[in-house]
């Protein structure tokens, strides 16, 4: 069983850069597909970027032209740059990787552990 570790996260000024990592104790090239999620107190959590296994990317509108997701799979490593950074930005991001089976079509899920951002003056 795959397990992800983030890093990156820490507390930085509106307009403000950080850079998430996500390292994965396997291959990730054996996953349908990677992302960052992100969960700010009080609300759901919710999608902030995907990025397949044939590098398609997907991002949420509020994160749009502001955040890249990138990865390397010879190092099995997902990252997120994150610029313009604005205080509704602040939250756990959690780094995840899903699987497909081929067969049942039913997803399986890893979960990192999260790693806190805030964006505050």
């Known amino acids: 069983q795959v397990q992800l570790m983030e890093s990156g996260g820490g507390l930085v000024q509106p307009g403000g850069s950080l850079r998430l990592s996500c390292a994965a104790s396997g291959s990730i090239s054996s996953f349908n597909g990677m992302g960052w999620y992100r969960q700010a107190p009080g609300k759901q959590r919710e999608l902030v970027a995907t990025i397949t296994s044939v590098g398609s990317t997907n991002y949420a509108d509020s994160v749009k032209a502001r955040f890249t997701i990138s990865r390397d799979n010879a190092k099995n490593m997902v990252y997120l740059q994150m610029n313009s950074l604005k205080p509704e930005d602040t939250a756990v991001y959690y780094c995840?990787?899903?699987?497909?089976?081929?067969?049942?079509?039913?997803?399986?899920?890893?979960w990192g552990q999260g790693t806190q951002v805030t964006v505050s003056s």
């Open positions: 995840n990787a899903h699987f497909i089976f081929p067969t049942t079509y039913r997803r399986a899920d890893y």
